[in-house]
């Protein structure tokens, strides 16, 4: 039932950069929450606080795609090295600029969307790595080590980042930041060349266009981003969280802190328990099941007036927020030419970074049109519909078999 390790025990190279991974995630999710703080310190508005995650979003979404081309045009290695050294860079900016008592908040918010550039450059290309390094046999076990660095980073990362400011202020904040960042580096210099498959033939740059024809031609691979944004767009609370706390549990900022972290938590423990992801062949019903559950938890938590309650059932839409990433990663990248899969990468880049937004967006306005438990349990409801939908319309993917990949 726990994790299984063996992509850690059996690649040194993918040893070395998942810990790197690790380490880094950690002391970016320090600095997003110091940044946070010190626009506030600055300002003393929360308007303000609130445009740190669109300078961070708009590069985001805009350089993703552009960023899955160039994975697909050069070596992935460089790429993944030069952009995670770009971040190294700018969170050493930010400690000088904050030794030097340098407080302007443009400063900040262009750090913030340069920092957003440069992950957009890596995350595909580092992305792209894994199925160099791994057998394909090996990538669901991965890619849930891979969620298990990410939910753990955004869960202790911030309380790290808040306890160190505190203590010693944003100076010593964003030095750990760029000392964290020395791990990655040092795990993409020991990595091989990982040129794509083609790109020397090719002779010039991937074109993004030809990555979206790509994906129009291969069904099953869209299923995995169209069931992702039924579940990020139709069934995402976060947004209606506040409101929530005051108007259901009679609570204040502490509850709306634990209603936010219930799916993380949960979604920690469905990376840490995922040894038996492994054994699952059907990855395109697993993925069906997954995000029905996902709809199923978010709209009983609707419905639910007592606090613990409706935090395991947030904890629950976690998981299964978690399984379904598991093999939705999979299939991208076992089901994707090489010389595509940066470009895919990109597009999932996009989904996962837009589909939240919207699915905040979409909330807080049924929430202010209705009320918040229409927009909880119709959402939830909508998701398994539409998940329901597609699962119909597409009957192939939910016959996928990880034994033998189809796009």
Same mark, same amino acid.
């Given at each position: 039932?726990?994790?299984?390790?063996?992509?850690?025990?059996?690649?040194?190279?993918?040893?070395?950069?998942?810990?790197?991974?690790?380490?880094?995630?950690?002391?970016?999710?320090?600095?997003?929450?110091?940044?946070?703080?010190?626009? &506030?310190?600055?300002?003393?508005?929360?308007?303000? !606080?609130?445009?740190?995650?669109?300078?961070?979003?708009?590069?985001? !979404?805009?350089?993703?795609?552009?960023?899955?081309?160039?994975?697909?045009?050069?070596?992935?290695?460089?790429?993944?090295? &030069?952009?995670?050294?770009?971040?190294?860079?700018? #969170?050493?900016?930010?400690?000088?600029?904050?030794?030097?008592?340098?407080?302007?908040?443009?400063?900040?918010?262009?750090?913030?969307?340069?920092?957003?550039?440069?992950?957009?450059?890596?995350?595909?290309?580092? /992305? #792209?790595?894994?199925?160099?390094?791994?057998?394909?046999?090996?990538?669901?076990?991965?890619?849930?080590?891979? /969620?298990?660095?990410?939910? /753990?980073?955004?869960?202790?990362?911030?309380? %790290?980042?808040?306890?160190?400011?505190? %203590?010693?202020?944003?100076?010593?904040? &964003?030095?750990?930041?760029?000392?964290?960042?020395?791990?990655?580096?040092?795990?993409?210099?020991?990595?091989?060349?990982?040129?794509?498959?083609?790109?020397?033939?090719?002779?010039?740059?991937?074109?993004?266009?030809?990555?979206?024809?790509?994906? *129009?031609?291969?069904?099953?691979?869209?299923?995995?981003?169209?069931?992702?944004?039924?579940?990020?767009?139709?069934?995402?609370?976060?947004? %209606?969280?506040?409101?929530?706390?005051?108007?259901?549990?009679?609570?204040?900022?502490?509850?709306?802190?634990?209603? !936010?972290?219930?799916?993380?938590?949960?979604?920690?423990?469905?990376?840490?328990?995922?040894?038996?992801?492994?054994?699952?062949?059907?990855?395109?019903?697993?993925?069906?099941? *997954? !995000?029905?559950?996902?709809?199923?938890?978010?709209?009983?938590?609707?419905?639910?007036?007592?606090?613990?309650?409706?935090?395991?059932?947030?904890?629950?839409?976690?998981?299964?927020?978690?399984?379904?990433?598991?093999?939705? /990663?999979?299939?991208?990248?076992?089901?994707?030419?090489?010389?595509?899969?940066?470009?895919?990468?990109?597009?999932?880049?996009?989904?996962?970074?837009?589909?939240?937004?919207?699915?905040?967006? %979409?909330?807080?306005?049924?929430?202010?049109?209705?009320?918040?438990?229409?927009?909880?349990?119709?959402?939830?409801?909508?998701?398994?519909?539409?998940?329901?939908?597609?699962?119909?319309?597409?009957?192939?993917?939910?016959?996928?078999?990880?034994?033998?990949?189809?796009?």
């Amino acid at each position: 039932m726990l994790a299984d390790l063996t992509p850690l025990r059996i690649s040194t190279d993918y040893r070395r950069l998942w810990f790197g991974n690790t380490i880094s995630w950690t002391g970016q999710a320090m600095t997003a929450l110091a940044v946070s703080l010190q626009v &506030y310190d600055i300002t003393g508005s929360s308007f303000s !606080v609130g445009l740190v995650g669109l300078f961070s979003l708009v590069p985001l !979404v805009v350089f993703g795609l552009y960023g899955g081309a160039v994975a697909d045009t050069v070596d992935r290695r460089k790429l993944g090295l &030069y952009s995670a050294a770009g971040s190294c860079a700018l #969170s050493v900016a930010l400690a000088v600029a904050a030794f030097a008592g340098f407080h302007h908040v443009p400063f900040l918010y262009g750090i913030v969307a340069l920092q957003a550039v440069c992950g957009a450059l890596n995350l595909p290309a580092r /992305s #792209s790595m894994i199925p160099r390094l791994l057998a394909p046999e090996h990538l669901p076990a991965a890619n849930a080590l891979s /969620s298990i660095t990410t939910t /753990s980073g955004a869960m202790v990362g911030p309380m %790290l980042g808040g306890l160190v400011v505190g %203590l010693w202020g944003y100076q010593v904040t &964003y030095t750990i930041d760029a000392i964290a960042f020395t791990a990655a580096l040092y795990a993409m210099w020991r990595l091989p060349s990982m040129k794509p498959d083609g790109a020397a033939e090719r002779g010039k740059r991937a074109s993004v266009l030809d990555g979206l024809r790509f994906l *129009a031609t291969r069904p099953n691979i869209r299923m995995t981003f169209f069931t992702d944004m039924c579940a990020m767009v139709l069934a995402h609370p976060r947004a %209606l969280f506040p409101a929530v706390a005051v108007l259901w549990y009679g609570g204040d900022a502490k509850t709306t802190g634990l209603l !936010v972290a219930a799916p993380a938590v949960g979604a920690l423990l469905g990376g840490v328990f995922s040894g038996w992801l492994g054994r699952i062949r059907r990855h395109g019903l697993a993925i069906l099941i *997954a !995000v029905a559950s996902w709809g199923t938890a978010v709209a009983v938590f609707g419905l639910t007036r007592n606090l613990w309650l409706g935090l395991l059932f947030l904890a629950l839409a976690g998981c299964a927020d978690t399984i379904s990433m598991v093999f939705r /990663s999979t299939m991208l990248q076992a089901a994707t030419p090489d010389e595509m899969l940066g470009r895919l990468q990109g597009v999932f880049i996009v989904v996962v970074a837009g589909g939240p937004r919207l699915g905040d967006f %979409l909330a807080g306005t049924v929430g202010d049109l209705a009320n918040p438990t229409v927009a909880v349990t119709g959402g939830g409801i909508a998701c398994v519909v539409a998940v329901a939908v597609l699962g119909l319309v597409w009957r192939r993917f939910a016959r996928y078999d990880a034994r033998n990949p189809e796009a």
